[in-house]
């Protein structure tokens, strides 16, 4: 039982370091002048157009989709290292709360970091990024409750 706990300590160590990792890397992106902000996000819209153009239609990916994209696929990676750390940790509606509230705080820091920056700063955007957190959450709660599923009917097999 011991050697349990010991694994679940050292699991939720990792995911927490993988939850710094990820807001230390959205909070660097909002620090960068307006200019390498919009190189960055061009060089990244080239890449990815050809992708989303299948699924938007030709010649409707735009710098300002691939953004706000970036902005919900950043804080959906957030959002299931939350979950993840609420699951190890034991899942209570305390720790959903409390996963919930801080992908809204790293989303409203990241926001202000960006008037601090002399860039933009968008109630939308935070928006975003919360929605981005909750479907994360949700993303992975759902395929925890399908692995879960899978090996109950396993069991009864």
């Known amino acids: 039982m011991k050697e349990k706990s010991a694994v ?4 939720a160590l990792l995911l927490l370091a993988a939850i710094l990792l990820t807001s ?5 992106q909002s620090v960068k002048s307006v200019e ?3 190189r960055q996000s061009a060089r990244v819209t080239e890449f990815v157009r050809p992708m989303l153009e299948k699924v938007t239609g030709k010649g409707t990916v735009t710098d300002h989709l691939v953004r706000k994209l970036a902005h919900f696929f950043e804080f959906f990676l957030l959002g299931c290292e939350l979950l993840a750390l609420s699951l ?3 899942l209570t509606p305390q720790r959903l709360f409390n996963a919930a509230f ?3 705080f790293v989303g409203l820091a990241d926001e202000t970091i960006q008037i601090l920056a002399n860039r933009g700063s968008l109630v ?3 928006w975003i990024d919360f929605a981005g957190t909750l479907c994360g959450m949700l993303a992975c709660l759902l395929l925890y409750l399908l692995a ?6 396993k069991r009864k097999a």
């Open 88 to 90: 190890v940790r034991g």
């Open 36 to 38: 390498v902000s919009r």
């Open 124 to 126: 939308s955007d935070v």
């Open 148 to 153: 879960l599923l899978i090996r109950k009917r």
């Open 8 to 11: 679940r300590r050292r699991i």
């Open 102 to 104: 801080y992908g809204l």
């Open 24 to 28: 230390a890397v959205i909070w660097l």
